[in-house]
């Protein structure tokens, strides 16, 4: 059974610091995995998506890296902003399966200071 | 957003009452999902529809069942309500590829 664990599960930061987020998941065998913002009260809004024969994928301030074999995939957000405050979940769809399900880890709440 | 909305978007119930949750998708998507969101947990999947008639089991189905009798709504049912089913529901569209999510549900189970 895949397992998805996200450290920290909460993070404050100064503004304008880079940082970056972690997830690890246990089976490599993977069909993509993706990185989700989650706003208090709100749904989720993806912010990337990276394959799993790639490596990373960028978004303006963020960039996703994938190391599939290890079982790690990083979130990093250059220059924090006020923004950028809320819960990132990282999720992997498994490789198998006709609705090739996701597993989300339990997320990460970043606050980011002013 | 992409076209999903759920209702109701908050409800409060007493133990041992039927509740139904419905979804709503508006981009004929036919893979449609139920999750349910806890602390400590992230989002765990219910139940998931593959077209219309078609469902199956997620990883924490026990006690919810669901139906889908037309492409566009996706209900979940709360056969006998416990406190334990209080939690943050979100329905969600999408493929193999990605999913969209609605704007969830706050059930509270008294």
């Known amino acids: 059974k895949q397992e998805v664990t996200q450290i920290p599960a909460a993070l404050s930061v100064p503004e304008g610091e880079n940082l970056v987020l972690n997830c690890s998941f246990t089976?490599?065998?993977?069909?993509?995995l993706q990185w989700f913002r989650q706003d208090p009260g709100k749904g989720l809004t993806s912010l990337l998506l990276i394959q799993s024969s790639q490596r990373e994928q960028t978004s303006g301030r963020l960039n996703a890296s994938l190391d599939k074999s290890s079982g790690r995939s990083t979130l990093y957000i250059a220059a924090s902003q006020p923004g950028d405050s809320a819960t990132y979940l990282c999720a992997v769809r498994a490789d198998s399966g006709s609705a090739r399900q996701l597993t989300f880890g339990s997320g990460t709440q970043l606050t980011v200071l002013p | 957003d992409a076209g999903i909305t759920q209702s109701p978007r908050h409800k409060v119930t007493e133990t041992g009452t039927p509740v139904t949750l419905r979804c709503h998708q508006t981009?004929?998507?036919?893979?449609m999902y139920w999750y349910r969101q806890d602390p400590g947990h992230g989002l765990r999947l219910i139940h998931y529809?593959?077209?219309?008639?078609?469902?199956d089991k997620g990883e924490v189905s026990d006690g919810y069942s669901v139906s889908r009798s037309k492409t566009e709504d996706f209900l979940l049912t709360l056969e006998s309500a416990t406190s334990s089913q209080t939690s943050v529901y979100f329905c969600a569209i999408g493929g193999q590829e990605t999913q969209y999510f609605g704007p969830g549900t706050r059930l509270l189970v008294l």
């Open positions: 089976d490599s065998a993977i069909y993509n």
């Open positions: 981009e004929n998507h036919r893979y």
């Open positions: 529809s593959y077209g219309v008639k078609d469902t």
